[in-house]
């Protein structure tokens, strides 16, 4: 995944001019308490961005690990195969080089019956000796190959750790940050309103299923990175859900968004996804009666909550039809 160090650092104003206007004097009649809540508002969407690139980075992170391992898996034997191909090859060449190089064709021409039968036992031991080599060189060829993807890949992984580093740090900074506003809930003390009492229908397909699973979820806390079983964060409670009915998604909202089939207000139904905020930060799943459950954020629990409890910016259902 692409990823820019200056996109981290661009949005670190944001909270700074926050605590900046604060503490400014008050111009006319202006509501410091509605400052204060902007301002908060403003420093939660920037973490929960943070902690969806973090997401992100983490799929992108397991995928090379997995190539990685793949390639080293077929170095082993790949080397095994080269050593015994060198062998032969360095074998044959010292026993033609202490015969003087005329084993082949002494041998060719005490057996062969005729001329023409000599020159075809030469053609033929030269056949043979030309397709060793060749043998050799392709096997040398894609050692070489295998060896440029491993350290490819080595280079990108340590990119994609330092990438996690510096989210994770920057993710600490706006909690110190939000604590230093007074915001209870980066204490990490589970609150929030769990559910008003609605029972979604569990229809017996795919949706259903994943409905089924994010409801079995309820009350349980948020935690950044997580995805289950008994923690999570909004993308790995909507992943999990969907898993458990056998579709695959990422870890990661944005990402979603892009994996799913878009679809209109107007065609919502139980098990499809609603995302939120311009930078899609955030996700829930949508279990009817204008309802979702999502994963909030730091210091609360997985809730049911209206729709439009936030600004939503797409709607998408997982291909499982």
């Not at 200056?6 to 503490?23: D, E, M």
């Not at 191909?85 to 005490?110: D, F, H, M, P």
């Not at 089924?212 to 997580?226: C, E, I, S, T």
Request: proline content about 4%; glycine content about 10%; charged content about 25%.
């Amino acid at each position: 995944m692409g990823f820019c160090r200056k996109n981290l650092r661009s949005t670190a104003s944001l909270v700074v001019a926050g605590l900046i206007l604060l503490a400014a004097p008050g111009a006319g009649h202006a509501d410091p308490s509605a400052d204060r809540q902007r301002v908060l508002a403003n420093a939660w969407q920037e973490l929960e961005g943070v902690i969806e690139r973090y997401n992100a980075v983490a799929d992108d992170l397991r995928a090379t690990d997995a190539r990685l391992g793949q390639v080293t898996a077929r170095l082993g034997p790949l080397q095994t195969q080269v050593d015994a191909a060198q062998k032969e090859t360095n074998e044959a060449a010292a026993a033609l080089y202490r015969s003087g190089g005329a084993v082949g064709s002494t041998a060719a021409l005490i057996t062969a019956q005729s001329p023409e039968s000599w020159m075809d036992q030469l053609a033929m031991l030269d056949q043979i000796a030309r397709r060793r080599s060749g043998g050799l060189r392709a096997l040398q060829a894609a050692q070489d190959d295998l060896n440029k993807q491993k350290t490819e890949l080595s280079v990108l992984r340590e990119r994609q750790r330092s990438q996690q580093l510096e989210l994770g740090q920057r993710k600490s900074t706006i909690e110190t940050q939000l604590r230093r506003l007074g915001d209870r809930r980066v204490a990490r003390v589970p609150s929030g309103a769990l559910h008003d009492g609605f029972v979604p229908a569990f229809t017996d397909d795919a949706a259903g299923r994943a409905v089924r699973f994010a409801y079995n979820q309820l009350g349980k806390v948020y935690q950044w990175g997580a995805d289950g079983p008994n923690t999570y964060d909004c993308s790995g409670l909507t992943m999990a859900a969907w898993k458990a009915a056998g579709v695959t998604l990422p870890h990661n909202a944005a990402r979603q968004k892009q994996t799913v089939k878009p679809i209109t207000r107007a065609e919502l139904r139980p098990g499809d996804l609603v995302f939120y905020y311009k930078d899609v930060s955030h996700v829930g799943i949508y279990i009817g009666d204008g309802r979702v459950i999502e994963a909030p954020r730091a210091g609360e629990r997985i809730s049911m909550r209206l729709l439009d409890y936030a600004p939503v910016v797409g709607f998408g259902r997982p291909q499982y039809e």
